[in-house]
C-alpha cells in the first residue's frame, strides 16, 4: 500500500480538496510518511487518492485522512481505498473516523455509523469545518 509521495503532488490533491493542513506541508507530508498505513490511487501516474490510518497496531485504528481528487470522486476510488484500510484493519475492537457533510453517507455505505451518544470534539487549527 505504500507508494512514493512528492510533496507537490500531495498539496495538490489537498488544495483541491480545500483542506487546510495543505498549508502545513512539512508537516503534512511527516504525518502521511508516519501513519500505521498509508493507501494511495493513482491514474496514469497522477496521485488522485490518499488515505491513512493512525493505529496502535492491535486494537484500534483511526482513518483522519480519505481524501479523492474532485475530478475523480464517485467513481468507486474512495471506496477501494477505504475497502483495502478495512480489510487490514478486519477483526480491530474499533474502526473510527470522524465524517462530515457529504461522507457522512459514503462512510454509512462502507458500515460506519455513529459512535452510541457520543459528542465529536477537537481542538482545530484549520478553518475548512
Known amino acids: 500500500m505504500q507508494d512514493t ?13 480545500e483542506w487546510s493542513s495543505a498549508e502545513k506541508p512539512e508537516q503534512l507530508l511527516a504525518a502521511l510518511r508516519n501513519s ?6 493513482r491514474l496514469n501516474g497522477h496521485l488522485i487518492g490518499i488515505g491513512n490510518a493512525i493505529s496502535d497496531g492491535h486494537l484500534v485504528v483511526y482513518f483522519p485522512h480519505m481524501l ?3 475530478n475523480h470522486q464517485r467513481q468507486g476510488v474512495g471506496k477501494q481505498m477505504m475497502q483495502a484500510m478495512q480489510e ?3 477483526g480491530f475492537h474499533q474502526q473510527m473516523l470522524t ?13 460506519f ?10 481542538i ?3 478553518s475548512d469545518h
Open 5 to 17: 509521495l512528492e510533496q507537490s503532488e500531495v498539496i495538490a490533491l489537498y488544495r483541491a480538496n
Open 36 to 41: 500505521h498505513s498509508l493507501v494511495t490511487a
Open 68 to 70: 479523492v481528487h474532485p
Open 88 to 90: 487490514k484493519y478486519t
Open 99 to 111: 465524517a462530515d457533510g457529504n461522507a457522512i453517507d459514503f462512510y454509512k455505505s462502507l458500515g
Open 113 to 122: 455509523s455513529r459512535a452510541g451518544k457520543t459528542e465529536p470534539m477537537w
Open 124 to 126: 482545530y487549527a484549520g
